[in-house]
């Protein structure tokens, strides 16, 4: 396996703020890798290492294979794609896709024809002769993808490029983009804070705090088994439990995690207090104090809900509760 993007101890510090913190990485070639985590914790910074807009203050970054320092921006094969998507207002859609290509000095018919085809891969043939003003949110997102597309990078860096789109759209987007990077093959590198979206998109996850990624792997170890407390309420909030409470249970003094959807009404189990009940659609959110903890359960459809007030039995699967012995 090819490595696309490596990062040793890769840090970036401005004064005392450690915006990337000893960071170790290793993108494979052609894979959809997603960057998750709350504002602040080092995404974009990330990007921006890969990018050449930034340099690390320790560590070493390799893109394919290369030691990147001191390679500029332009010269590293890999693209950005902003969220606020940066189009020129008084280019139309083809000039703007081309225009890192008429820097270059490539002649017009031959960019021309080259950004037609880019508009192409994002469903948009046919936009190239309007401005930027008469576009759709979701349209000038795809011109935004078709200029970093244009001149073939082999990675491409997504830094929570849809944003900015309402949800009905930003799904679809979602899928467009999916099915995008499997014809393409190329690398791409999505930054996002939303865990749904990364979830369902990426190969693999890197769940980014304070500047540290705190927990690698693909999105269905993510998910069922978070290694920190703070990933487990991170990503799809899970109820973490206190050690003292998962001792009682398993005989393992760690914090454990507990997927709301895993616990359910039952004859037999603990006794629980009903302190909230929101109805959200196709579930129910059920807050339950169990003694002094505190925990979430969400019910599917049924016809007796119980009331906030309500003393109630609860259970899940033994196999449910994860302990999170590494933390
Ligand atoms: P994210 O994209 O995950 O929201 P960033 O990578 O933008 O996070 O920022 C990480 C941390 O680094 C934040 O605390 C941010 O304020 C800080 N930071 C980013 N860029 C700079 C800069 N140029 N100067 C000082 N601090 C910065
Ligand atoms: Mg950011």
């Known amino acids: 396996m090819t490595s696309a993007i490596r990062f040793s101890g890769v840090s970036r510090h401005y004064g005392d703020v450690r915006a990337v913190d000893n960071v170790d990485l290793d993108i494979a070639e052609g ?50 794609v902003f969220q606020d998507y940066a189009l020129f207002p008084h280019l139309n859609v083809r000039d ?29 043939t046919g936009y190239g002769d309007r401005k930027p003003s008469e576009l ?20 491409l860096l997504l ?6 789109l309402d949800l009905k759209l930003r799904e679809q987007m979602q899928e467009e983009l999916k099915s995008l990077q499997r014809s393409l093959g190329i690398t791409f590198i999505f930054v996002t804070h939303d865990q749904g979206e990364a979830l369902s998109m990426a190969d693999r996850v890197a769940v980014f705090n304070e500047g540290r ?39 393992r003094k760690a914090h454990g995690a507990l997927r709301p959807e895993a616990v359910h009404l039952s004859e037999q189990g603990h006794s629980a207090t009903v302190r909230s009940v929101s109805f959200l659609g196709a579930a129910t959110r059920i807050g339950i104090r169990i003694g002094d903890v505190p925990m979430t359960m969400l019910l599917p459809k049924s016809d007796t809900f119980p009331k906030v007030g309500d003393t109630v039995t609860v259970n899940w699967a033994a196999e449910d509760l994860h302990v999170m012995d590494r933390a």
Do not use: C, W
């Open 159 to 164: 830094d929570e490029p849809l944003g900015a």
């Open 136 to 155: 759709s949110g979701g349209q000038r997102q795809r011109v935004a993808l078709a200029r970093a597309l244009v001149n073939e990078p082999k990675a």
């Open 213 to 251: 990624i705190v927990q690698i792997g693909a999105p269905e170890t993510i998910y069922f088994r978070p290694e920190t407390p703070f990933v487990a309420d991170f990503v799809g909030s899970s109820n973490v439990l206190p050690p003292e409470f998962v001792a009682q249970l398993t005989g």
């Open 96 to 124: 703007n896709v081309a225009y890192g290509l008429m820097v270059a000095g490539q002649p017009k018919a031959q960019r021309h024809g080259a950004a037609d085809g880019a508009l192409e891969m994002v469903a948009l």
């Open 31 to 80: 894979e959809f890798f997603a960057m998750l985590g709350p504002s602040g914790s080092g995404k974009t910074t990330s990007l921006r290492l890969i990018a050449g807009f930034e340099r690390p203050t320790a560590g070493e970054i390799r893109i394919f294979g290369q030691v990147a320092q001191g390679i500029p921006p332009y010269r590293r094969n890999v693209n950005t």
